[in-house]
């Protein structure tokens, strides 16, 4: 047995074979998808190859090549087959830059913060506002909806927003850390999930719990090009491909800036700080500069991220900033690993996977046995209370699973490693 | 010549206890000083005065003309003061080399953007600061450890990590508190060397906290003796010994010792 495994791994120690391994993973897996559109586990299988993707020990240049052929051609091709599979990506796309945004923040500079969505929503309710007719209300005139084209230009504007609102969080809370700091940042992302319920009058900003609709989605200024391709697609068809390349892009762009900042003196200071703040200080770090940057940087995703948001739900309403959706993108990082990029990206897409589809097909299969009327040992499964469903156990199984980690891994999934450079090099 | 630094009539209390009461102190450029006294003596409080973390009920402390008070600790390092703790405080789950490197974030001087866009600016800096942090460590004797985990070190190299840490910031006044703690004789004997190469090399100024009364004697130009936070009496180290107010700090009264039916207090 041992004999097995030992040439196994040798096998998949070399480039070429283990390359191979893993293209054929890849394609084997979509081809099962694109036969069996309906089926939960083969879909979970395509994911999991993405995942030995990363793993798999190959030259660097070959796992870009394989990445963008994934993301960028199976993904969207899977999609256009069972679209349910593109908004599951286009979500674990948007959480996977939430909890990049709060790795900087909790994971690096060691700051906790349970009001993170806060962020998030300031970002999608300053497009939504002026993105829907709503700004209307507050202005006057019928100059809004804005045209579409400004959703790009306010991508930058709710990173600028949200860095303020990250600056006006962590002003008063400077002097705080640990337990005090977590409770303060509760509190905030309670604030402002409270004030977007409640600013409907005097002035209606927010259109309280009702939410605002609809918002504009980003223009589809490349149609001129597909009608010269010869492409015939309504917009029904061409947003969820859009908008998952747009996600795409930025979780690209939040990884891209998430390592520079990491593997800088910004990234080592507040890794100093996260380990001792006082002898941090006393080397030089400027702890307030630094702490506000950090909550800046943090919230500047979760606002970018905020509009995209929006404009895919076209709806939105503070419902969907609670305080759960702060303890889940917490428990995203936690899951995959502190301070660690791939992490936060695995445990985003472990997260958003269980809720979406593992326990939601389940509840979608006992329904079926439900309606069908089957009965396990005499008890007609028709009779089940459906407080039951499995979907609605989406609290506990995450609370179970954080348990477990905290027991077996504390250290996450994917730790984050330590840059390592031989002093030769240097 | 004006000395590098000046506390005068500095007194710092912690509710009913006095701490540090009116202390006068000078540190001439270019010495190894030292700072000795029994536990509880005001010594480290000295330290976190000069350093920024306390901040004293009176008196002033300047620094090549400079008025320390009331300036925050990173600031204080950016003027060129730099200390190690009494407690190893490294950052323990990161490498040494990534130690040193947090040690000279107030020479890097590079704004955000640089970073963010990856200058050639940056490239540069950050070059030459793994280049200088290699040869730091290189010189608390470290090269070789520079990838382990600093909390994985043991324990003689964490102190002289943190060292090499301090000297990051490129300090042209290095405090060190109790920077032969826990190490042995030859440890400490070795030490000592490389404070005394610092000096001469680097034109750096020392001052030390020591319980280890063979190194401070060996090491120090001037050694200032605290007792219940006052001055009990500073000079030459051979003078100090003699000095009866300090033997009778350390070892009690005459003629409380046969009382007490001890040898010594």
Redo the contacts between chains.
């Keep these: 047995m041992t004999a097995v495994t030992g040439a196994l791994r040798a096998w998949l120690d070399r480039p070429l074979p283990a390359t191979a391994t893993v293209a054929a993973l890849l394609l084997a897996t979509a081809w099962g998808v694109s036969y069996f559109p309906r089926s939960i586990v083969l879909f979970m299988l395509f994911q999991g190859s993405i995942l030995t993707l990363y793993l798999a020990r190959i030259p660097g240049w070959v796992k870009g090549v394989l990445t963008a052929g994934t993301l960028g051609v199976l993904m969207p091709v899977l999609g256009s087959i069972n679209a349910y599979y593109l908004e599951i990506a286009i979500q674990v796309g948007i959480f996977a830059a939430l909890a990049l945004g709060l790795n900087i923040v909790v994971g690096l500079a060691g700051l906790l913060d349970l009001g993170y969505v806060a962020f998030f929503a300031v970002g999608a309710y300053s497009w939504a506002i002026v993105g829907s007719p709503q700004a209307n209300l507050i202005f006057g005139g019928s100059a809004f909806p804005l045209p579409p084209w400004w959703f790009f230009a306010f991508l930058f504007v709710a990173v600028a927003v949200a860095a303020g609102a990250g600056l006006l969080l962590g002003l008063p809370v400077l002097r705080l850390h640990g337990d005090y700091l977590a409770i303060v940042t509760l509190g905030f992302g309670e604030v402002i999930r409270v004030l977007a319920n409640n600013l409907d009058k005097p002035i209606n900003f927010t259109n309280g719990p009702k939410g605002i609709t609809p918002i504009s989605r980003p223009p589809i200024f490349f149609e001129p090009v597909l009608r010269a391709l010869g492409v015939e697609a309504g917009p029904v068809a061409i947003y969820p491909l859009y908008l998952y390349f747009l996600v795409l892009l930025i979780v690209g762009v939040t990884v891209l ?1 998430n390592r ?2 990491e593997d ?3 990234g ?2 507040w ?2 700080i996260r ?2 703040q ?10 307030v500069r630094m702490k506000l ?1 950090a909550f800046a940087c943090g919230a500047s995703f979760a606002g970018a991220v905020g509009v995209l948001f929006a404009a895919k739900q076209v709806f939105i309403n503070p419902e969907s900033f609670t305080f759960m959706e702060s303890i889940g993108v917490l428990a995203m990082i936690i899951l995959g690993g502190m301070g660690s990029i791939p992490g936060a990206i695995l445990g985003a897409a472990v997260v958003t996977i269980l809720n979406l589809q593992v326990l939601k097909g389940m509840s979608l299969w006992l329904n079926e046995l439900r309606n069908a009327g089957v009965s396990i040992f005499g008890f007609n499964l028709a009779d089940l209370p459906t407080q039951l469903e499995p979907a609605k156990y989406e609290r506990m199984v995450f609370g179970l699973i954080l348990v477990l980690m905290m027991i077996f891994r504390p250290q996450g999934i994917l730790p984050a490693k ?4 031989e ?1 030769e090099d ?1 | 010549m004006a000395p590098l630094l000046e506390a005068r009539g500095i007194t710092k209390r912690f509710g009913g206890l006095t701490a540090l009461d009116e202390v006068n102190f000078d540190l001439d450029e270019g010495h190894i000083a030292s700072i000795i006294g029994p536990n509880g003596a005001g010594k480290t409080t000295f330290f976190n005065v000069f ?1 920024g ?1 306390y901040v004293p009920e009176a008196g002033t402390v300047s620094f090549r003309g400079q008025a320390l008070l009331g300036r ?4 204080i ?2 003027l060129g003061i ?2 190690t ?1 009494q407690n190893i ?7 040494a ?2 130690n040193v ?8 001087g ?1 704004p ?1 953007w640089d ?2 866009i ?1 200058s050639p600016r ?1 490239r540069i800096r ?2 030459a ?3 200088k942090g ?1 040869e730091l ?1 290189g010189v608390v004797g470290l ?1 070789d450890k ?2 382990e ?1 600093a909390r994985n070190l043991p324990y003689g190299d964490q102190r002289r990590l943190e060292l090499g ?2 000297l ?2 490129a300090p042209a006044l290095l405090l060190l508190d109790e920077p032969t703690a826990g190490m042995t004789q030859g440890e400490a004997r070795s030490l000592m060397e490389l404070l005394r190469r610092l000096t001469a090399n680097r034109g750096l100024t020392i001052l030390l906290i020591e319980h280890n009364m063979r190194v401070v004697m060996e090491v120090s130009d001037h050694v200032t003796v605290l007792d219940y936070g006052e001055k009990i009496a500073e000079g030459r180290p051979a003078d100090v010994q003699k000095n009866s107010r300090v033997i009778e700090a350390y070892l009690g009264r005459k003629r409380w010792a046969p009382a007490s039916g001890r040898a010594s207090g």
């Design positions: 800036v520079r900042l800088s003196h910004i080592r200071a890794e100093a380990e001792d006082t002898a941090a200080q006393a080397m030089g770090v400027p702890l940057l330590r840059r390592v450079r002093l240097i | 350093t973390i925050r600790p990173d600031e390092t950016a730099c200390r703790f405080r490294l950052f323990g789950n990161m490498t080399m990534e490197l947090v040690g000279m974030h107030a020479r890097v590079l955000f970073v963010l990856r940056w950050e070059r600061l793994w280049d290699a460590l090269r520079a990838n985990l840490r301090a990051g910031s």
